[in-house]
């Protein structure tokens, strides 16, 4: 599995039902459940004063990401993402194995 760290800036498009916003909120923290039981979604953050999200993701590919994980959301449609691919560092202190 690679992993990603996904910065997530949700906009709700003006004249939105808040009933609308609302359902899809609920519904996002569900998925967002299933996903994170299912190893995929690591961690979650939000900066401090701001309305966007960072986490730390795992899937096979960038195109598995988007499809099967990002693509799911139900906040997807108003979000803007910006996405990077990590690998670990040789100073990582969380590495489990060390290669020479």
């Known amino acids: 599995?690679?992993?990603?760290?996904?910065?997530?800036?949700?906009?709700?498009?003006?004249?939105?039902?808040?009933?609308?916003?609302?359902?899809?909120?609920?519904?996002?923290?569900?998925?967002?459940?299933?996903?994170?039981?299912?190893?995929?979604?690591?961690r979650l953050w939000r900066p401090v004063g701001e309305l966007r999200s960072i986490g730390l993701w795992r899937a096979a590919d960038e195109g598995e990401l988007y499809e099967k994980m990002l693509g799911t959301l139900p906040l997807w449609p108003w979000m803007a993402s910006v996405v990077t691919v990590l690998e670990s560092h040789p100073n990582d202190p969380g590495r489990t194995a060390i290669t020479t």
Request: glycine share 8%; net charge negative; no cysteine.
């Open 1 to 42: 599995m690679k992993e990603f760290l996904v910065e997530l800036t949700t906009t709700v498009p003006e004249g939105t039902d808040p009933a609308e916003v609302d359902r899809r909120r609920t519904e996002e923290s569900v998925r967002a459940g299933e996903l994170a039981a299912a190893g995929h979604l690591v």
